[in-house]
């Protein structure tokens, strides 16, 4: 079946840390990949995303994602943690070929709290 | 250049009672999409819109969920004789083209519902 994966229910990090976000994907093909983040009573706004090409890369708000076809992952990363990045984060999938639902599939969510 | 409105933002009503919430995606969006999100999990697929096609209702939980949209405009997700289970934020996105990967989604900040 396929599906998307957030092990990671919750995230505490210091102010300054660098900070992984894990996401695992299982579908019959590499779909199209993205992150997404939500803060407390807003939408959802698009971090990054990958289609082909370069295995990193980079978006809003100083963020990366490497993409890695062995590990079927799409992690996503930080350097050093601000205390604007205590929000919600989903990892979502868009299938790569018709015939299941063309529609972004998200995982459970992430929840990243940020200490000072 | 507004985004994707919903309203209200806030809604808390009596189980049994009827409820419409509202969503005015962005001018020139084609696609339009419904979500769901319960509390600590990921977004669900409810329903989309593309264009004049017959819309994808197969997220749907039950037939007393429905929704319509006239054209490329206003959408409007209804839910009948509201349960507990339906309290959660509805979201909706919009995108320039349903089933284009490279068109993102576009939210809004959603309605949360709360069914006493």
């Known amino acids: 079946a396929q599906s998307v994966t957030q092990p990671d229910i919750h995230i505490t990090v210091s102010e300054g840390a660098s900070l992984e976000l894990r996401c695992n994907y299982s579908y019959g093909a590499t779909p199209y990949l993205f992150w997404y983040v939500q803060s407390p009573g807003q939408g959802l706004q698009l971090l990054l995303k990958?289609?082909?090409?370069?295995?990193l890369v980079q978006g809003i708000k100083g963020f990366e994602a490497e993409f890695k076809r062995s590990q079927s992952s799409f992690n996503l990363r930080k350097p050093s943690v601000h205390w604007s990045d205590a929000a919600e984060y989903f990892c979502?999938?868009?299938?790569?070929?018709?015939?299941?639902?063309?529609?972004?599939?998200f995982g459970s969510g992430t929840q990243l709290t940020v200490l000072p | 250049g507004a985004g994707v409105s919903q309203s209200p933002s806030n809604k808390v009503t009596e189980k049994g009672k009827d409820v419409e919430l509202r969503c005015d995606p962005i001018s020139g969006h084609t696609a339009l999409y419904w979500y769901r999100q319960r509390l600590g999990q990921g977004l669900e697929f409810l329903i989309y819109f593309q264009g004049n096609s017959a819309p994808d209702k197969s997220g749907l939980p039950s037939d007393r969920f429905s929704a319509e949209r006239t054209g490329e405009s206003v959408s409007t997700l209804t839910i009948q004789r509201t349960q507990q289970e339906d309290s959660a934020v509805y979201l909706c996105?919009?995108?320039?083209?349903?089933?284009?990967?490279?068109?993102?989604?576009?939210f809004g900040d959603g309605t949360r519902l709360s069914i006493l």
């Open positions: 990958y289609f082909s090409g370069d295995t």
């Open positions: 996105a919009s995108s320039l083209e349903q089933g284009a990967v490279n068109q993102p989604q576009h």
């Open positions: 979502a999938v868009f299938p790569l070929f018709s015939g299941s639902a063309r529609q972004l599939t």
